[in-house]
Nanobody, 127 residues
Framework: VQLQASGGGLVQAGGSLRLSCVASGTTFATYAMGWFRQDAGKEREFVAGIAQSMRITDYAESVKGRFTISRDNAKNTVYLQMNSLKPEDTAVYFC?????????????????????WGQGTKVTVSS
């Protein structure tokens, strides 16, 4: 599985960005997907996850109400809509695929539960 993330950039505080992550292959609909982020000198942290359909999602407390994860299984793509961005959202954002997650279970929040990772896309929020 290859994952290609895009959509990062420089935005002012209060602005919005939408990240996209396209997966290779034909079994995307069977994977749970997640977004993580990592800032310099910090551990990689969970941002949002989505089960195989769009019915079950999970968010880090720090982004609830501001970020929305969604997916289009026909396009092998998962999205992260980020609104009301804050300087503390600055990080490299990674998408990841959890191919072993039970169907329609709550998305995993630990990086170690995801088997495949994209290359990351940088998000910088200026104050």
């Amino acid at each position: 599985v290859q994952l290609q993330a895009s959509g990062g950039g420089l935005v002012q505080a209060g602005g919005s960005l939408r990240l996209s992550c396209v997966a290779s292959g034909t079994t995307f609909a069977t994977y749970a997907m997640g977004w993580f982020r990592q800032d310099a000198g910090k551990e990689r942290e969970f941002v949002a996850g989505i089960a195989q359909s769009m019915r079950i999602t999970d968010y880090a407390e720090s982004v609830k109400g501001r970020f929305t994860i969604s997916r289009d299984n026909a396009k092998n793509t998962v999205y992260l809509q980020m609104n009301s961005l804050k300087p503390e959202d600055t990080a490299v954002y990674f998408c990841a695929a959890d191919i072993g997650r039970w169907y329609e279970s709550r998305p995993a929040v630990l990086p170690g539960d995801y088997e495949y990772w994209g290359q990351g896309t940088k998000v910088t929020v200026s104050s």
